[in-house]
């Protein structure tokens, strides 16, 4: 903490370094100036109408974690460390006065539901990211009375930069021509740390091109679909695996699911549905045929005791095909 309250203070301090989760591979090391981070600082505060406290529920290392920081210290405020107290809502007791804010994953936000609610609605703001957010999921917080608002960006653009699918103040949100999608503004960063080749693949004329495709609704709100590279083309079919995700998501009996392609002899790739509930991999199949073509049901089925996460709380990718290419042997 007393390093970034030093580096917020500095003259002219050097780009903050940050590393991406590595989800799907070796993480990069993403350089973010103090100018890129307080303008995400500030219009943050500005979409959510207020600032104060925050209580930092996820690592500092990370770029959310450092938002939350920083955040909590712009607006006068030490944050609230989670790992310093016995609980969350331990935590949460132990914030001043005012509004209190937090940031969460939605694996977070689920098991909090059913432990901490009372704790969650004490938040003027929970800001929900870091992959797919359960429509279930976001009206079972919006029952309990917990103000949820789902945030989508990266470490490469200083942290959320679009709020319930809306680009924060002075940021741009546009679609490559294969619906990919870009991303201008003040919060950018300046570029990989040490790979110039990657910088100029991904910064191209001001803009941040990303790892996600989207859609654009006609009022201007982002949808994310998810990966460009989820798209599983399995025996020839290009099954969206986010959406065969969010399928399996709705189905009563699951509380946690994640869909993946793994290599496959037969298919060229499988696609493998991750759960955690009780659901079998025929009910799988018939569950996402009701919705989606049949090509598009997993052909595999691992089920999970809990979900494989990263330090950030984000699934853990790599460990799940590992999983799922074991199993298949």
């Not at 689920?110 to 279930?136: K, N």
């Amino acid at each position: 903490m007393s390093a970034l309250a030093a580096w917020l203070a500095a003259d002219d301090p050097a780009p903050w370094v940050v590393e991406t989760s590595g989800s799907t591979g070796r993480p990069k090391r993403v350089r973010l100036s103090r100018d890129a981070v307080l303008a995400s600082v500030r219009a943050s505060a500005r979409r959510v109408g207020a600032s104060g406290q925050w209580l930092l529920a996820l690592p500092a290392s990370y770029v959310a974690g450092l938002q939350v920081v920083c955040r909590s210290l712009v607006a006068g405020h030490d944050p609230v460390l989670v790992d310093d107290h016995a609980s969350f809502a331990a935590a949460t007791a132990a914030m001043a006065d005012g509004d209190r804010f937090v940031s969460l994953v939605p694996t977070q936000l689920h098991r909090l539901l059913d432990t901490d609610a009372e704790a969650l609605r004490r938040f003027h703001t929970v800001l929900l990211g870091g992959g797919p957010i359960d429509p279930a999921l976001r009206r079972r917080a919006g029952d309990e009375g917990v103000h949820v608002v789902a945030t989508y960006g990266s470490a490469e653009t200083a942290g959320g930069c679009v709020y319930d699918g809306y680009a924060l103040d002075g940021v741009a949100v546009a679609l490559d021509a294969d619906g990919r999608i870009r991303i201008a503004g003040p919060t950018l960063f300046d570029g990989y740390d040490g790979d110039p080749g990657l910088t100029a693949e991904v910064l191209v004329d001001g803009w941040f091109r990303t790892s996600d495709a989207g859609r654009l609704d006609e009022d201007g709100r982002l949808q994310v679909l998810g990966r460009v590279d989820d798209v599983v083309v399995s025996g020839g079919v290009n099954v969206p695996a986010p959406a065969v995700a969010a399928r399996l998501r709705e189905h009563p009996d699951v509380t946690e699911v994640e869909v993946l392609g793994v290599p496959d002899e037969e298919w060229g790739n499988r696609v493998v549905a991750f759960v955690v509930g009780d659901l079998g991999l025929e009910a799988a199949r018939d569950w996402v045929a009701e919705a989606h073509p049949r090509s598009w049901a997993p052909r595999q089925l691992v089920a999970l005791d809990a979900m494989p996460l990263l330090a950030n709380g984000k699934p853990d990718r790599l460990a799940l095909r590992s999983s799922a290419l074991e199993e298949g042997a």
